[in-house]
């Protein structure tokens, strides 16, 4: 005969239960805390991979494994991650390595480091080979999830940014995928090369862009030679931005260059 269950149960056996249920359900994707937050663990020692997977799965994070630097970068170039975790000293590949050779790919996905190697020429190195931050074993797992979330917010508001079709300052408007500027509603003519120059301020708007720094990014010209040219179609530009507005937005900066901002100017 099947003895009853007890009239109640304690406190600590009902606490015991509740994190025995969460644990299953978010190890088993029932709810997560992000869903869309899917994560690359290359690591080879299993002590570690199991406290990163058990914490980060449980904070609802989809976690994939791979033990070695060739098969990590395999995952990483065959699949979508919103976050790399790689460690320095891993088999077959180094993690150097592989960060160099997700990078060449002109891949953006944040890439954490992580290794026991915390000298100052290790962080270095690690930063220089593409790495976007570097974590020093051993570390807390509060902290490496403050991390993750400051890596993968910061890598969304820069996509956002990049994958941004129009650029605006005040009522001027430029459309990249039509190839259109508009001012107050109305259009505003443009050759292919005013167009490349407006972008590129807009793109960069109250910074002072030097005249070197505009020859390589919208003539690619890499030296000076002498020539006027910036100075030449930024005059084209005023014509067609400012001319008969009371809001100017291009702006020169004496001794330093060019300026986008808005400023206010009285006719009288």
Not at 27 to 35: A, E, I, L, V
Request: aromatic share 6%.
């Amino acid at each position: 005969m099947i003895k009853s269950m007890p009239a109640f149960l304690h406190r600590k056996d009902l606490m015991r239960i509740f994190r025995l249920c969460r644990l299953y359900l978010t190890t088993n994707n029932f709810f997560t805390s992000n869903p869309d937050m899917k994560l690359l663990l290359i690591e080879d020692e299993p002590s570690v991979i199991s406290l990163i997977q058990r914490s980060l799965s449980a904070s609802g994070h989809e976690v994939a494994v791979a033990m070695d630097g060739q098969s990590g970068l395999q995952m990483a170039l065959q699949h979508e991650f919103d976050l790399i975790l790689l460690d320095l000293m891993i088999p077959v590949m180094n993690g150097m390595e592989v960060c160099r050779k997700i990078r060449d790919t002109k891949s953006s996905v944040p890439i954490l480091m992580l290794t026991a190697l915390g000298t100052t020429e290790n962080i270095v190195s690690g930063l220089d080979a593409g790495a976007d931050d570097y974590m020093t074993k051993p570390f807390k797992l509060a902290e490496l999830e403050a991390r993750i979330r400051t890596l993968t917010r910061r890598g969304k508001e820069q996509e956002k940014e990049k994958n941004t079709d129009t650029l605006r300052m005040g009522d001027l408007v430029l459309d990249k995928i039509t190839k259109t500027v508009t001012r107050e509603l109305l259009p505003v003519d443009m050759t292919a090369t005013e167009f490349r120059l407006l972008e590129f301020l807009m793109s960069n708007q109250n910074r002072v862009l030097n005249r070197m720094e505009i020859l390589e990014n919208v003539w690619d010209i890499n030296f000076n030679l002498g020539t006027n040219v910036v100075d030449v179609y930024i005059n084209y530009l005023r014509k067609k931005i400012d001319k008969n507005h009371k809001t100017k937005l291009i702006h020169t900066v004496f001794g330093m260059g060019y300026v986008m901002r808005q400023t206010y100017e009285d006719p009288k």
